[in-house]
């Protein structure tokens, strides 16, 4: 089983619209989960740390769900600039990143 | 804001050949890693240094690779001979700790590593 796993999209929305990505991961161990979002042929850029209560930045809202092992995260009223792959990262306690192969996500006029 | 800046952006060297990437982390970040992405396919760690030393290492980081902070700035990955399926984007990224909060990591723009 793959240690981080993400659905490859593409996801193609309209501008507007209310869009969810999902993430799992294998180690139940894990500590630190992360969205970071990449544009073609860019670096990975933070989009959000998520918390076990779940945290909410302007249009983006990650929940943790330790019992399932999984990541979401829900971005509202969709812009053009959005598009992008959203890269679910997991680490435990101390070690390294570990990126899922990420979500692709087109936002459509 | 301080970021992590990588040189060169692109590099082109025959199968065989050395090479060394640099970055410059963020000045008041403690740990530095690199990763590689092969064009198409996920980000993949390779190893992480702390204290002038590797922390840690994947199993792609293998006796072609060394890493090396050679003055109070800039850290290094340098592949002895390469391969071609060295082609890959390299990124370098730094934080300010590896555990609770402050471990989120910061990326360099990458080097494009093309090996013919």
């Known amino acids: 089983r793959k240690e981080v796993e993400q659905d490859p999209g593409p996801f193609n929305v309209p501008e507007g619209a209310t869009v969810a990505f999902n993430c799992t991961y294998s180690?139940?161990?894990?500590?630190?989960f992360f969205w970071y979002r990449q544009d073609c042929r860019k670096e990975p850029k933070l989009l959000m740390s998520?918390?076990?209560s779940g945290n909410e930045d302007g249009r983006f809202t990650a929940q943790l769900n330790r019992a399932s092992q999984y990541i979401s995260l829900l971005i509202r009223d969709s812009k053009l600039s959005d598009s992008a792959t959203y890269l679910c990262?997991?680490?435990?306690?101390?070690?390294?990143?570990?990126f899922g192969p990420g979500t692709r996500l087109s936002v459509l006029p | 804001e301080p970021e992590v800046t990588q040189t060169p952006s692109h590099q082109v060297t025959q199968m065989g050949q050395e090479v060394i990437l640099r970055c410059v982390p963020i000045?008041?970040?403690?740990?530095f890693y690199w990763y590689r992405q092969i064009l198409g396919q996920k980000v993949e760690f390779l190893v992480s240094?702390?204290?002038?030393?590797?922390?840690?290492k994947s199993e792609i980081f293998d006796d072609q690779f060394s890493v090396e902070r050679p003055d109070g700035s800039n850290f290094t990955l340098k592949i002895r001979s390469t391969k071609l399926e060295d082609s890959a984007m390299y990124f370098c990224?730094?934080?300010?700790?590896?555990?609770?909060?402050?471990?989120?990591?910061?990326f360099g723009p990458g080097t494009r590593l093309t090996v013919l």
């Open positions: 998520v918390y076990s």
């Open positions: 990262v997991v680490t435990l306690y101390g070690q390294n990143f570990v």
């Open positions: 000045s008041n970040h403690l740990y």
């Open positions: 240094f702390y204290n002038n030393e590797i922390s840690e």
């Open positions: 990224a730094s934080s300010e700790s590896r555990e609770g909060y402050y471990n989120e990591q910061f």
């Open positions: 180690n139940s161990a894990s500590q630190s």
